[in-house]
């Protein structure tokens, strides 16, 4: 069974930084793609970040780009996002999703797996 466990988040000042882990047990994802979406108070949940698995294309929601990374790594089968310039609209329930399928995957139904989510408070 496949399960995907996140941590790393938190409370931090506008402007700072933060970065999420999510740890994939179960079978690898190695190729297989993995992104973060994210939901605000009183909001849908919206697509954030996500990262293909054979190549590592990467690819952002314009609100986030260039001030959040997503990273993987598949020997230790975790998914990172790093947070830089955080801003009080970033605050939300930040989730890592998985699926074995391929490519850049922008929408919530194209991933089977999801973890719990981590909440991430920015303050100013």
């Known amino acids: 069974q496949v399960q995907l466990v996140e941590s790393g988040g938190g409370s931090v000042q506008a402007g700072g930084s933060l970065r999420l882990s999510c740890a994939a047990s179960g079978p690898t994802f190695s190729s297989g793609t993995m992104a973060w979406f994210r939901q605000a108070p009183g909001k849908a949940r919206e697509f954030t970040a996500t990262?293909?698995?054979?190549?590592?294309?990467?690819y952002y929601a314009d609100s986030v780009k260039g001030r959040f990374t997503i990273a993987r790594d598949n020997a230790k089968n975790t998914v990172y996002l790093q947070m830089n310039s955080l801003k009080l609209e970033d605050t939300a329930v930040y989730s890592c999703?998985?699926?074995?399928?391929?490519?850049?995957?922008?929408?919530?139904?194209?991933?089977?797996?999801w973890g719990q989510g981590t909440q991430v408070t920015v303050s100013s």
């Open positions: 999703a998985a699926t074995r399928g391929r490519g850049i995957l922008l929408t919530e139904w194209a991933y089977a797996y």
């Open positions: 990262i293909s698995g054979p190549s590592g294309l990467t």
